[in-house]
C-alpha cells in the first residue's frame, strides 16, 4: 500500500488537545499531524489505491490525529477483506514493528509500564463494579441451576448423566443468546457501530481516555465479568472435560483482552469480537440441549436428533465463516495492519498478539469438528456425543481425585448402543 496524506496540525482541536499532551510524553509516539489514507481511499489527490503490499506500506509518520483532515482530502478506514490482504500487509506490519523496536531505545518494562500508565485508564468504580457483577453471575447460575434448569430436567426426566450435564447448557445458552442479540443489534441496526461490514470504523476518532457510550460501557462490564465468573465456573461448577485447560487458557486471554481494549479504549473492535465468538456458542448449546433430550423418560424422541445434527452442521460452518475467516480478515487485520502499521495505536502490537492466539485456539477447537466429519465419513460415528468429556463411573471409565478418567479406546457403552464422541467444540 503506497498512501501517505498530509494532515493540518490542530484542525480537530478537540482531538489535537486530547492527545497532544500524551504522545509527547512518550518518545515512541509523535504528535506531528501527518495522516494515513487506508485501503481504497484517496490520499492527498495521489490516486493510489490499495495494493495488498509494497515496501511502503508503513511508510509514515506516528500520530494520534488520523482524523484530522485538511480540506477537500478524505482518509479511508476501509481495506480488503480476504486473506490475500491478510498474511502480505500482517508480515509487513510486524517487519516494520519489530524493526523499529530494535532500533528504539525502548525499555521493558519500565517502557511499558510507563505507556500503561500513560495510556491505559480504569477507575476504581469499574474495578468494583466488575467484581460486583462477577459474583453476582456466580449466585445467579446458583440459584437458576437450583430452581429452574435442575427443575427442567426433572420434569422431562432425562438420564442422570445428562441431567447433571444440561444446566451448564441452559445457563450458557441464555446468556450468549442475549449477547449475540445485543451486540447484533448495535452492529447491524445502529448507525454508530458498522464495524462488521467496515470494521476500520472502530478505530475512527480514538483519542485516550475518551469517554465511552453507556450501551458499550454496560456490555462490557457484562461481558467482562462474565468471564471471570467463567474461569471460577470453569474450575469449581462445570464438567471437567478433556479441553478444560485449553478453556482456562482462553478464558484468561479473553479477561486480559477485555480489560486491555476497556483501559485503551478500544471497545468498538471488541464489540466485533464478540459478536462473531458468540454466536457459535449459540449453536453449540443449543445442540448440546437436543443431544440431551434426545433420551428421556425411558423413550428415544428423534425429533431432536434430527435437531441436533441439524444444529451441529449450523454450528460448524457458522465456526469456520465467523471465527477462522470473518474473524481474521476483520478484526485481527484491523488491529493488525490498520491500528498497528498505520495509526500506531499504543499496545495495538500486544492486542494483536493476543487475538492471533485467540485466533489459534479457534483453529484447535476446529479440529475436532473436522475429527468428527471424518468419523461420520467412514462410519465410525453413530450419533452426537461430546468427546471432550471423560467417562462416566461404571461406563468404561474410572474416578481419580473425583474426576472421571477416559477408557483408553475414548468409547464408552450406554445402556442403549455404543457412543462415539463427536468434537464439539466448548
Given amino acids: 500500500m503506497t498512501s501517505v496524506v498530509r494532515l493540518l496540525n490542530d484542525t480537530i482541536n478537540h482531538i489535537a488537545s486530547s492527545t497532544a499532551s500524551a504522545a509527547a510524553s512518550n518518545s515512541n509516539y509523535s504528535s506531528s499531524g501527518s495522516g494515513v489514507a487506508i485501503g481504497d481511499g484517496v490520499s492527498s489527490g495521489s490516486g493510489h489505491h490499495h495494493s495488498g503490499g509494497g515496501g511502503d506500506l508503513l511508510d509514515h509518520r506516528r500520530h494520534f490525529h488520523h482524523q484530522a483532515m485538511a480540506d477537500n482530502e478524505i482518509v479511508s478506514y476501509d481495506f480488503e477483506q480476504s486473506y490475500f490482504a491478510l498474511i502480505p500487509d500482517s508480515y509487513l506490519a510486524w517487519k516494520q514493528h519489530i524493526r523499529e523496536l530494535l532500533d528504539s531505545d525502548y525499555s521493558f518494562p519500565s517502557g511499558f509500564l510507563s505507556d500503561l500508565k500513560t495510556y491505559c485508564r480504569f477507575d476504581v468504580a469499574d474495578v468494583i463494579l466488575i467484581l460486583l457483577l462477577s459474583v453476582t453471575w456466580t449466585v445467579l447460575r446458583w440459584l437458576s441451576t437450583e430452581t429452574l434448569f435442575k427443575p427442567i430436567g426433572t420434569y422431562f426426566q432425562l438420564l442422570p448423566s445428562d441431567h447433571k450435564k444440561s444446566p451448564e447448557s441452559f445457563w450458557k445458552l441464555l446468556f450468549y ?96 469480537v464478540f459478536l462473531l465468538h458468540d ?135 450406554s445402556s442403549s448402543n455404543s457412543q462415539t464422541a463427536n468434537n464439539m467444540k466448548p
Wanted: proline share 4%.
Fill in 279 to 413: 454466536i457459535t456458542d449459540v449453536e453449540l448449546e443449543f445442540t448440546k440441549l437436543n443431544v440431551y433430550l434426545k433420551r428421556r423418560g425411558g423413550k428415544s424422541y428423534m425429533i431432536h436428533e434430527y435437531i441436533s445434527i441439524a444444529g451441529f452442521i449450523a454450528f460448524a460452518a457458522t465456526w469456520l465463516v465467523a471465527r477462522l475467516y470473518w474473524f481474521p480478515i476483520k478484526a485481527i487485520y484491523s488491529a493488525g495492519v490498520l491500528a498497528m502499521a498505520k495509526l500506531r495505536l499504543p499496545f495495538s502490537p500486544l492486542l494483536t498478539c493476543m487475538l492471533w492466539v485467540i485466533f489459534s485456539l479457534n483453529v484447535y477447537w476446529f479440529l475436532y469438528i473436522v475429527a468428527f466429519l471424518v468419523n461420520v465419513v467412514t462410519g465410525q460415528v453413530k450419533e452426537l456425543v461430546d468427546m471432550r468429556e471423560y467417562e462416566p463411573p461404571g461406563k468404561g471409565g474410572t474416578v481419580t481425585n473425583g474426576k472421571s478418567k477416559a477408557a483408553p479406546n475414548g468409547v464408552y457403552n
Fill in 177 to 272: 443468546s442475549a449477547s449475540v442479540v445485543y451486540s447484533g443489534y448495535l452492529i447491524f441496526f445502529t448507525e454508530d457501530y458498522n464495524f462488521f461490514h467496515r470494521p476500520g470504523l472502530a478505530w475512527e476518532g480514538w483519542t485516550p481516555g475518551m469517554s465511552i457510550h453507556p450501551e458499550i460501557y454496560i456490555y462490557y462490564m457484562s461481558q467482562g465479568s462474565f468471564y471471570i465468573h467463567s474461569i471460577f465456573a470453569t474450575i469449581f461448577m462445570d464438567m471437567w472435560r478433556r479441553d478444560s485447560v485449553a478453556m482456562l487458557v482462553h478464558h484468561f486471554i479473553t479477561c486480559f483482552l477485555i480489560f486491555l481494549s476497556y483501559g485503551l479504549r478500544y471497545c468498538n473492535i471488541g464489540l466485533l
